[in-house]
């Protein structure tokens, strides 16, 4: 298996709601990331997960809030969200941070904020 | 500061002819590049990598990319372009300190014309 997948493929919500973005690899990887991504715009670094820990946070507000349940599972809680937190949400993975090692995105979850 | 420019927002190409989409990084130290690819409403897809070695790298799909280190360039080419190939091309370099993180280009639209 060498894809990264991401449920769900799109997300409706009020800035009241809470709701959770799951992404699950398993290709062995031990690096997981989280991205947000504008239209017509590169990704954006949200998180950076090695070995289940939380190992960057790139001055993410805290509405976002990340998990890593396991070495193949990723989430990103969303509570409280404004309508400029709507973009694509990329997961990706790597075999380990260093820096030869490229990242495989999943497709993303498409995400509006009413 | 390290970084990536990708000079041309749009790069269009007839279909058969050849294609150059150009990439310059400022990096200290020895650079570790890549080139993604994304196709509309999907996640990015693995090209190719530079990290050492020889200076012309070939990836997927039949695209290369030329390393230049006394231009501080890795454009990605293709010999023949498809239809097929018209999508968001990005850029990225990684960054030389503990962070490890990727830092994108700001992608250039290909767009190959029957």
């Known amino acids: 298996d060498t894809e990264v997948t991401q449920t769900p493929k799109h997300l409706v919500m009020g800035m009241t709601n809470k709701k959770s973005l799951k992404c699950e690899q398993h290709m062995g990887h031990r690096a997981m990331y989280w991205y947000k991504q504008k239209a017509k715009k590169p990704p954006e670094l949200m998180f950076v997960?090695?070995?289940?820990?939380?190992?960057i946070n790139e001055s993410v507000p805290s509405r976002f809030s990340p998990e890593c349940p396991n070495s193949s599972l990723l989430n990103l809680h969303l509570h409280a969200l404004q309508p400029e937190d709507s973009a694509l949400y990329l997961c990706?993975?790597?075999?380990?941070?260093?820096?030869?090692?490229?990242?495989?995105f999943g497709p993303g979850t498409r995400l509006t904020v009413l | 500061a390290q970084s990536v420019a990708q000079p041309e927002d749009q790069v269009n190409v007839a279909e058969g002819n050849p294609l150059t989409v150009k990439c310059t990084y400022s990096v200290s130290g020895n650079p570790y590049l890549f080139w993604y690819v994304q196709y509309p409403n999907r996640g990015l897809q693995f090209l190719l990598k530079y990290i050492t070695g020889d200076n012309l790298v070939k990836g997927s799909y039949g695209f290369e990319a030329e390393f230049n280190k006394s231009q501080t360039s890795f454009h990605l080419k293709k010999p023949s372009a498809l239809v097929s190939d018209s999508a968001l091309y990005f850029c990225?370099?990684?960054?030389?300190?503990?962070?490890?993180?990727?830092?994108f280009g700001s992608g250039t639209r290909l767009l190959v014309r029957p």
């Open positions: 997960y090695s070995y289940e820990k939380l190992s």
């Open positions: 990225a370099v990684r960054v030389m300190d503990s962070s490890y993180k990727l830092i």
């Open positions: 990706a993975s790597s075999q380990g941070t260093q820096q030869g090692n490229e990242q495989f």
